[in-house]
């Protein structure tokens, strides 16, 4: 049986990055997954390093916006009908979490981690050869009427007086940006110091190449067989068991599956998304990720062509896809941007992992000694997986951490 220092589980961008950030800390390190590194969650994001990221999605604020998702007309929101009962608590913390002096809570305990985010990876993509993935021309969003755009200003101003850059834009100034947009939207906002990815699987495989290359080892295994042994954690893997010391679970939306054999119940929902690739018609192209706020979707500019994200579906993690929401945003996609033909028959699906409260857990798991947990990252995992992999591997080694890890932490939800 190998020993090793610290066994991490799930080798999704967070997984892969704790992982590398232990093994440049001297720690002996394994990873485990039961697939390919980068290929879960990770794999089908728009690609967005928010560094200038304030507040998170809320719950809808007006009746309006509610009835229109309740009817299905919603582009940004679906859910299963079948599932509303099971996630009903959920919703009803995320609708708490959503008023306007909790987004402030939410900002203020996020900063630490999203103020860091860019230059963590770039840091880790410098060292992994990585750097032809990321690309600093920030991200564009797109309001196709005043209304929403109207919605923006709370964000801009504290934006503003934050020392954020973000510029206001009309058509004109947007089209200049991003000649291919169609004139179908009336006002822009462009936040300068976003940053993106044009392939999020090359970008997780490189600094897992980087992982190995400092002599950790990356092992196919089924983390749910993770039990202690002693003082130590074991896993089963396909090279036989493994232990260590410290076992940490980056398992993103599949913690759970894992965490409640061991008595560890914290209330994750998942909020399901889909993509697609498609080729431009001519010449058109996109230099970075472009939202169309009013319908609830991403053009993403991709090595794989121009990805369409949507926004949540609230089903069950493993229920069969029901990309309606993707055939709901396709022909505003098509207004805004000359798609050519899909890449792929069907639409990549994927389940976002999140707490009500927007924030991901990173810390210690209690009553568990040497088992640490780092999940729940929501719509920003692929933003935050090197700096939480930073924050963890100090709080492992006994380094000071570089911000106060309590906002993160599983004790939150005690009496939950
Ligand atoms: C449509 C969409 C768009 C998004 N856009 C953005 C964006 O622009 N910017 C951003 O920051 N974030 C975005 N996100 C969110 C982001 O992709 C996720 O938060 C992030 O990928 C989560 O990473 P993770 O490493 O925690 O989980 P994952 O990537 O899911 O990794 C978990 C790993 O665990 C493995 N695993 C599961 N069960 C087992 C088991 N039993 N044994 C062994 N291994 C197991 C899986 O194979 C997987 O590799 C988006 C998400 C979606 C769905």
Request: charged share 20%.
């Amino acid at each position: 049986m190998a020993r090793t220092d610290a066994i991490v589980l799930g080798a999704g961008i967070v997984g892969v990055s704790v992982a590398l950030h232990l093994v440049k800390r001297g720690l002996a390190v394994t990873l485990i997954d039961r697939g390919e590194p980068g290929r879960g969650t990770s794999y089908g994001n728009a690609g967005i390093i928010e560094a200038n990221t304030l507040f998170p999605v809320a719950f809808p604020g007006s009746l309006r916006s509610l009835l229109r998702i309740a009817l299905k007309w919603a582009p940004e929101a679906s859910y299963h009908a079948s599932f509303l009962a099971r996630v009903m608590p959920w919703l009803l913390a995320f609708r708490r979490n959503s008023s306007p002096e909790r987004l402030i809570a939410t900002m203020r305990a996020m900063r630490p981690l999203f103020s860091r985010a860019l230059a963590e990876h770039e840091a880790l993509a410098a060292e992994a050869r990585g750097e032809r993935y990321l690309r600093h021309t920030g991200w564009l969003k797109v309001y196709r009427s005043d209304r929403s755009f109207a919605g923006t200003t709370p964000e801009r101003t504290l934006a503003t007086e934050l020392g954020m850059p973000v510029r206001v834009m009309d058509l004109d100034a947007a089209r200049a940006l991003e000649p291919a947009l169609a004139p179908v939207f009336r006002h822009a906002v462009f936040w300068e110091e976003a940053a993106s990815v044009t392939n999020p699987l090359a970008l997780t495989r490189a600094y897992a190449a980087r992982f190995a290359a400092l002599g950790g080892v990356t092992i196919t295994g089924d983390a749910r067989s993770l039990h202690r042994v002693g003082t130590r954690w074991r896993v089963e893997t396909a090279q036989g068991p493994i232990d260590a010391e410290a076992a940490v679970v980056t398992l993103g939306p599949w913690a759970p599956d894992l965490l409640r054999q061991l008595g560890i119940y914290l209330p994750l929902a998942v909020k399901r998304g889909y993509h697609r690739h498609f080729g431009p018609r001519g010449n058109a192209s996109l230099a970075r990720p472009v939202l169309d706020a009013d319908n609830g979707y991403c053009l993403a500019p991709m090595e794989q062509g121009i990805r369409i994200t949507t926004g949540a579906e609230f089903a069950a993690r493993d229920a069969a896809p029901t990309p309606v929401q993707f055939n709901r945003v396709l022909p505003a996609a098509r207004d805004l941007f000359p798609l050519g033909d899909a890449v792929e028959d069907q639409p990549w699906i994927g389940a976002r992992p999140c707490f009500a409260d927007s924030r991901p857990v990173i810390g210690r798991a209690a009553g568990q000694g040497g088992l640490w947990l780092a999940y729940g990252h929501g719509h920003w995992g692929l933003t935050l997986g090197p700096v939480t992999g930073r924050l963890i591997a100090e709080m492992m080694t006994g380094a000071i951490p570089f911000c106060d890890p309590a906002p993160y932490g599983a004790e939150r939800f005690a009496g939950a």
